[in-house]
């Protein structure tokens, strides 16, 4: 059982930037592939980032690309996801995930453990 706590969201302007963080209990967490997810007022749970258990291998939706970066350590248990230039549309509660899978996935249904998620708002 993995259990992921998020933490650093917060209110900011819009170009503004947020760090957030997700800490994992448990001793494998160098196993597992972590993804970052955000999910809008009346929308659906949408992918925003994935990186590979040894962390060489990352993954960007396009609206984030250029903008956010994810990365882990694992020696801390922890993956990061940095947002810079945000923009009012980035307005959603984040949950970081935890996959079993080998590979990388882009796909809600290949995560097996959820964070609560932390709320991030950006004003224009």
């Excluded at 963080?21 to 196993?31: D, E, I, L, V, W």
């Excluded at 350590?73 to 509660?93: C, G, H, I, R």
């Excluded at 996935?105 to 932390?118: E, H, M």
């Amino acid at each position: 059982q993995v259990q992921l706590v998020e933490s650093g969201g917060g209110l900011v302007q819009a170009g503004g930037s947020l760090g957030l963080s997700c800490a994992a209990s448990g001793r494998t967490f160098s196993s597992y592939a972590m993804g970052g997810f955000r999910q809008a007022p009346g929308k659906e749970r949408e992918f925003v980032a994935t990186i590979s258990a040894n962390g060489l291998t990352t993954i960007y939706t396009s609206s984030v690309k250029g903008r956010f970066t994810i990365s882990r350590d694992n020696a801390k248990n922890t993956v990061y996801l940095q947002m810079n230039s945000l923009k009012p549309e980035d307005t959603a509660v984040y949950h970081c995930a935890a996959s079993t899978r080998v590979v990388v996935t882009v796909r809600r249904d290949g995560y097996n453990y959820w964070g609560q998620g932390t709320q991030v708002t950006v004003s224009s």
